[in-house]
């Protein structure tokens, strides 16, 4: 380590961290990056002593984090549209799925639907095991996170 200057240490760490950005969501390890960078830049014109790029790289990654976040969240975000066009309705009312976790008395359990596992919870306290069919009747909020199911039987 000894013959690799401290400038380039920190530089290839950054590019490491970007790098890894791509393969682990959460737009954080990016912040911690770009605290690298602020240290290599330090480290190759203004000073030498490893404590003072070790505070560059912990303010900048805590800035960068703080104040750059939220804006690059908005520039990586996806856009949505109003409507969903095909089988994929907004009001799935209606549909079959079925119970992947039993629900308890008056609570929330879960249910597999498309693919994927969502919170439900049983209509008038209904006892439904894991492997019940269910109905679903509505979401259970405006923020759709979760549905109010009925036990379904299949005449």
């Given amino acids: 380590m000894e013959n690799y200057p401290l400038w380039l240490m920190w530089l290839v760490g950054g590019i490491v961290l970007a790098m890894l950005e791509l393969a682990v969501p959460g737009m954080v390890i990016i912040f911690f990056s770009l605290g690298c960078f602020a ?36 520039w990586f975000q996806g856009q949505t549209s109003a409507k969903v066009s095909g089988d994929l309705e907004d009001s799935p009312d209606g549909a079959i799925a079925e119970a992947s976790k039993d629900f308890p008395e008056n609570g929330y359990g879960q249910i597999r639907y498309r693919g994927s596992i969502w919170k439900a919870v049983a209509d008038s306290g209904q006892s439904i095991s894991a492997g019940d069919s269910v109905k679903i009747i509505s979401w259970v909020d405006k923020r759709k996170t979760a549905f109010l199911v009925t036990k379904f039987v299949n005449v």
């Avoid at 830049?41 to 976040?69: G, N, P």
């Fill in 39 to 74: 240290a290599a830049i330090v480290a190759a014109f203004v000073s030498e002593i490893v404590s003072v790029q070790i505070a560059v790289f912990c303010v900048a990654s805590v800035f960068s984090l703080v104040v750059l976040r939220k804006v690059f969240m908005n």
